[in-house]
C-alpha cells in the first residue's frame, strides 16, 4: 500500500502525535513533515537532496542508512546525518506509536495504529473498550499526545494485505498478559470479555489464554504462556511482528540494511556452483568458489566387499563409515586411517537360500554406540558398537526389512519393511526381557513397542496377504524426533506424529518411491522415485518445492540425501554410475561424477 498523505491528516490538517507543526516533536527530536515526501525533516532550512544515488531513491538510502547508524549504536552520527540530509527515520506518529508500545500504553498504541473508524465500526454503540477493562472509553476523544482536532486521524497506512483484525488481537492480547501478570484479574476478564472474544478470531487461543487467569503466580502464567513479561522482550516482539504490517514508507521493516545485507550474500551462496561453507562471502567482493575446493576427487577405495554394494552411512562425527550390500556383511571402517574395525557377518550366517542374501540399509544410532542392520532375510539386527557384539535382533517378519530410522534417544527406532503383518513399527532397546544365545551376552529380541499398519493386522486375512498394499520401501524420522514419514509399494508418502502415534499427511505420488529423507530443518522432504526422479517436498503440504534433474532410475533402488555445508547440496545416486549433485535451493547441477566402474 502506498503512502497517502490524507492518511496522516484530519480535519485538513497532519497529525504529528502532539508536536507542533513549527516546533518540535517529544519523540522526533523536532521533526516537521515534509509534504513532497514520505520522509520528515527537522530544519527548515535544509531541502532534502531528491536525485537518485547511483539508480536508487536517495530518501530510502538515506532512511535505511539512519536505521542502521542506529542499530549500531552511532545515535551522535544518525543525528548529524538528519540534520544534514534533512530527512528524519520516522513520521511522528510512527514514533510515537513505538513510545505507546513500549510503554505499554495499549489504548494508545490501537489509536495511534488503527484510528477511530475501525473500532466505531465494529459497535454501533462505541465498540471495544479500550480502556483496562473496566470502562468503555469514547472513541472520538481527544488523544492524551493532541491526535485529533475535534476527532482521532484514521490510523497508520498498513502494508497490503495487512489484517486489521490480527492487529488488535495482538495488541490486545498483550494487554492481556500484562494484567494478568499484575494480578488485575478484574481488569484482565473484562479485556478478555469485552476486547477479545468479539474480534471473533483465533477461538482456539482465546480458550488457551482464558485458562491463564488460574495461574497462581505471573511465574506461572510466563511459563504456561511461553512470554517473558511486560519487562522481558514480549513488548518489544509484539512491535517486531506488527511493524511488519505497517506500511514501509513510514516504518522501515527492523534491521533492513543487514536484511538487504544477508539477501545479497545468501543470493550469491546460491549462484555459486561450489559454495561449500557455513562462513557467508564478503560483502567487499563479489563471491565464486573454486571448483577444486570442491569435493569431487577420489579419495580412496573400500574393496572388503565381494559383491554390489547396496548402502553406507556416517556416523554422526564422520569418524566411522559402515556399509553393507549383497554379500550379506557388514563393514564398519575407521575413517582416519580407513582401517576395518568391525567386521559383522550374522546376516551371512542367517541366510536361507541364496536370493536371501543381503543387507538393504543400515543406520549408526544418533549417540553413535549402536548400528541397525536391515536384512532381505526377514530380520534386523543392532550391533553394539562399544562391545562389537550383537545387543537386539528380530525376526516375526514374513518378508524382507527394508529401512530402519533412529529417534534422538538412540535407544528407540523405526523399521520399516514388506511384510504383510509387520510393515512399520517402533522398537525399543528397552527391555528387562532378553533371550540368551551360546557365548554371546544377552539379545533383546522382538522388541516391537508400536504398529503403525493401517489396518491392523488380520490374521484371517492371511492369505490375501500378497494383496496387501500397506508395504514400506524406506523411513525416515525428523531430526527432533516429533514426525516420521514412510514411503510405500503403492506410491504414497505418509507422514506420522511419533508422539501422538497418529497419521498426519497422505500423499500419492506419480512413480514408484524408493527414498524419503528430511532437511534438518525438517521443512522438506526428499524423494526418489523411478523414472529418475527427485524431488523435494514440503514437509507439511506435500506440495513440490524444487525437482532434481538428471539422475536415471527405473529398476534399481536408488537414495538421495540432503549434505554439504548447512545441507546446501542435495546428492542421488543413478543408473548410469554416476553421482550426481545438485544446489539444494536452486536445483543447478554442480556435478554428474562417475562414481564406479566395473573392474576386471
Excluded at 268 to 277: A, G, I, M, Q, V
Excluded at 557 to 575: K, L, P
Amino acid at each position: 500500500m502506498r503512502l497517502d498523505q490524507r492518511s496522516l491528516e484530519s480535519n485538513g490538517r497532519r497529525s504529528t502525535n502532539g508536536s507542533s507543526q513549527n516546533g518540535s516533536s517529544p519523540h522526533t527530536n523536532g521533526s516537521t513533515a515534509s509534504a513532497g515526501t514520505n520522509g520528515f525533516h527537522g530544519d527548515a532550512a535544509v531541502i532534502p537532496d531528491t536525485t537518485p544515488f547511483y539508480g536508487h531513491d536517495r530518501e530510502e538510502v538515506t532512511r535505511i542508512l539512519l536505521q542502521s547508524l542506529s542499530d549500531l549504536g552511532y545515535k551522535g552520527a544518525a543525528d548529524q546525518l538528519s540534520r544534514e540530509s534533512g530527512y528524519q527515520l520516522e513520521i511522528p506518529s510512527v514514533a510515537a506509536f513505538r513510545s505507546a508500545v513500549q510503554d505499554g500504553d495499549w489504548s494508545e498504541a490501537e489509536l495511534i495504529l488503527l484510528g477511530a473508524e475501525s473500532d466505531m465500526a465494529e459497535d454501533g454503540d462505541g465498540g471495544v473498550s479500550l480502556g483496562n477493562g473496566h470502562t468503555s472509553t469514547p472513541l472520538w476523544r481527544r488523544s492524551k499526545n493532541g491526535h485529533t482536532n475535534g476527532r482521532i486521524h484514521s490510523g497508520l497506512p498498513l502494508a497490503e494485505g495487512a489484517d486489521v483484525v490480527m492487529l488488535k488481537f495482538l495488541l490486545r492480547q498483550q494487554k492481556y498478559l500484562e494484567l494478568l501478570e499484575r494480578r488485575d484479574v478484574e481488569a484482565a476478564l473484562g479485556v478478555l470479555r469485552n476486547e477479545l472474544t468479539p474480534l471473533k478470531r483465533d477461538i482456539g487461543r482465546i480458550h488457551t489464554i482464558s485458562a491463564l487467569m488460574m495461574c497462581s503466580s505471573p511465574a506461572e502464567l510466563r511459563t504456561l504462556a511461553s512470554w517473558d513479561g511486560a519487562q522481558g522482550a514480549s513488548r518489544g516482539d509484539l512491535l517486531s511482528t506488527i511493524s511488519r504490517s505497517i506500511s514501509p514508507s513510514v516504518m522501515i521493516p527492523e534491521h533492513r540494511l543487514a536484511e538487504l545485507f544477508t539477501s545479497v550474500q545468501t543470493q550469491r551462496e546460491h549462484d555459486c556452483l561450489y559454495h561449500n561453507t557455513i562462513t557467508p562471502p564478503t560483502l567487499y567482493t563479489d563471491h565464486e568458489c573454486s571448483p577444486d575446493d570442491f569435493p569431487l576427487q577420489t579419495l580412496t577405495e573400500l574393496r572388503a566387499h565381494s559383491d554390489e554394494v547396496w548402502t553406507l552411512d556416517f556416523n554422526s562425527s564422520g569418524s566411522l563409515l559402515a556399509s553393507a550390500g549383497k554379500d550379506g556383511v557388514v563393514m564398519v571402517y575407521d575413517t582416519t586411517r580407513w582401517k576395518l574395525v568391525h567386521e559383522f557377518r550374522e546376516h551371512e550366517r542367517t541366510v536361507a537360500g541364496p536370493d536371501a542374501r543381503g543387507v538393504c540399509y543400515l543406520a549408526f544410532s544418533p549417540d553413535d554406540r549402536y548400528l541397525v542392520t536391515c536384512s532381505q532375510n526377514n530380520e534386523l539386527t543392532v550391533f553394539d558398537l562399544r562391545t562389537g557384539r550383537m545387543a537386539a535382533r528380530a525376526d516375526h517378519f514374513d518378508y524382507c526389512v527394508t529401512a530402519a530410522a533412529w529417534l534422538p534417544d538412540s535407544l528407540t527406532f523405526v523399521v520399516g519393511t514388506q511384510s504383510s503383518e509387520r510393515p512399520l513399527g517402533l522398537y525399543s532397546m528397552r527391555s528387562s526381557q532378553f533371550s540368551t544365545t551360546s557365548g554371546i551376552a544377552p539379545v533383546l529380541l522382538n522388541n516391537e513397542i508400536h504398529s503403525f499398519r493401517d489396518p491392523p493386522w488380520d490374521r484371517s486375512a492371511r492369505a490375501n496377504s500378497s494383496n496387501n498394499p500397506f508395504r514400506i520401501t524406506d523411513v525416515a524420522v525428523s531430526k527432533d524426533g516429533t514426525r516420521m514419514a514412510a514411503t510405500t509399494l503403492d506410491k504414497r508418502v505418509l507422514v506420522y506424529d511419533l508422539l501422538s502415534k497418529q497419521r498426519l499427511s497422505e500423499w500419492v505420488m506419480e512413480e514408484k518411491l524408493t527414498s524419503i529423507n528430511f532437511s534438518a530443518e525438517g521443512d522438506l522432504l526428499l524423494v526418489n522415485m523411478n523414472e529418475g526422479r527427485v524431488w523435494a517436498l514440503d514437509s507439511v503440504t506435500g506440495e513440490e518445492v524444487m525437482r532434481y534433474e538428471g539422475a536415471g532410475q527405473r529398476e534399481f533402488v536408488i537414495r538421495s540425501c540432503f549434505g554439504g555445508a548447512g545441507e546446501n547440496f542435495v546428492a542421488s545416486g543413478s543408473e548410469d554410475s554416476r553421482v550426481y549433485i545438485w544446489r539444494r535451493q536452486t536445483g543447478m547441477q554442480v556435478c554428474a561424477r562417475r562414481a564406479w566402474e566395473r573392474h576386471s
